[in-house]
């Protein structure tokens, strides 16, 4: 093992994968659930990998030029990754996000370096619940900034790296695993994690089943998408399609509540000691659900999101 690392990045993977054995007992559960500990990554979530794969590949491609500026459309968690890569690479970094996200992702970028544009919700919007309509307003005022600056913007809803950078964490879930993993189960958000590690688990066997996870009433893949439907799982559920994700990958589709969610994340803290966020209690209730029933007495993975610190302000705890 190196004594030192020369830049924070370098810290950034290798996660741990925990069996969570005492939320099964608890459950009285059959089977297992592997979770892989992404929120223990630098900037406590799993987007630092795709943070850095795809500035990384912009580089190589040219995309991205010495001294440009990195712009991105985000709910919190790419911003705090990007933020802490290009402070360590030296770009400027600016994020758009949506006034419904919580305070603990916007201050953590300018902690970081970053400058966080805050864009007002949609009419009738709700604070804590960032609807389609929401991300559409970010999204046009990402375009009008990369017009005024000339920032490359990463589009990580758009950008196919993103996926391609979440392939080392389901190669290290396979190996961690010793490649026992019945299925993978994960919460749809830009779908690059989903995506990365339905390609990576599938290609070791094909016979491993992936659940794409949605909030109730927002299910895009799993075709239930209600007029004027809302939900609380910052991150995803935007009820639309996902260029990250192809419809060949899913297996099946799981749709969670809010309170499933909380509930589940409140449960990760309390009896396994993993202080988590709400779309990580997505995660982990699908994969109750799974041993409940289409996947009973086997072994489920499923992804650490992020941190409970970054929900702190937020009715989650």
């Known amino acids: 093992m190196a ?4 830049s924070i990045t370098e810290a950034i993977g290798n996660t741990p994968l925990l069996r969570l054995d005492r939320l099964v007992e608890e459950l009285n559960l059959e089977g297992e659930i592997y979770a892989k500990l992404e929120h223990l990554n630098p900037s406590f979530s799993k987007k630092d990998r795709i943070a850095l794969g795809m500035i990384e590949m912009a580089e190589k491609k040219g995309l991205l030029k010495p001294g440009q500026p990195v712009l991105e459309v985000t709910s919190g968690n790419t911003g ?3 933020a802490l890569v290009c402070a360590a690479k030296g770009y400027r ?16 970028v300018e902690a970081l370096g970053g400058e966080a544009v805050l864009v007002g919700q949609a009419p009738g919007a709700v604070k804590g619940k960032v609807s389609n309509d929401d991300l559409m307003l970010v999204e046009q005022a990402a375009e009008r900034i990369v017009r005024e600056t000339g920032a490359y913007c990463i589009s990580q809803f758009h950008n196919l790296d993103n996926s391609v950078a979440q392939e080392s964490a389901a190669e290290e879930v396979w190996e961690q695993s010793e490649g026992k993993l019945d299925a993978f189960a994960d919460f749809i958000g830009t779908g690059g994690t989903f995506a990365g590690y339905a390609r990576i688990l ?21 075709g239930d998408v209600r007029q004027g439907a809302m939900h609380r799982i910052q991150g995803g559920g935007y009820a639309r399609a996902v260029a990250n994700v192809d419809r060949k990958l899913i297996d099946g589709c799981i749709a969670v509540s809010d309170d499933e969610s ?19 209690g997505a995660n982990a209730a699908a994969a109750v659900k799974l ?27």
Request: net charge positive.
């Open 93 to 108: 970094f600016i994020c758009c996000m949506s006034k419904g996200n919580s305070i603990e992702r916007v201050k953590m």
């Open 202 to 222: 599938k290609l070791h066997n094909q016979k491993v089943r992936c659940y794409a996870v949605e909030p109730e009433g927002c299910a895009y893949y799993g």
């Open 262 to 280: 909380a509930d589940m994340a409140r449960k990760l803290a309390a009896i396994e000691g993993v202080f988590a966020g709400i779309s990580s």
């Open 80 to 82: 705090t990754g990007l």
């Open 3 to 6: 004594k030192f690392i020369t």
């Open 291 to 317: 041993l409940e029933g289409a996947e009973k007495g086997r072994r489920v993975g499923i992804v650490i999101n992020d941190c409970g610190l970054k929900y702190i302000s937020t009715a989650l705890f």
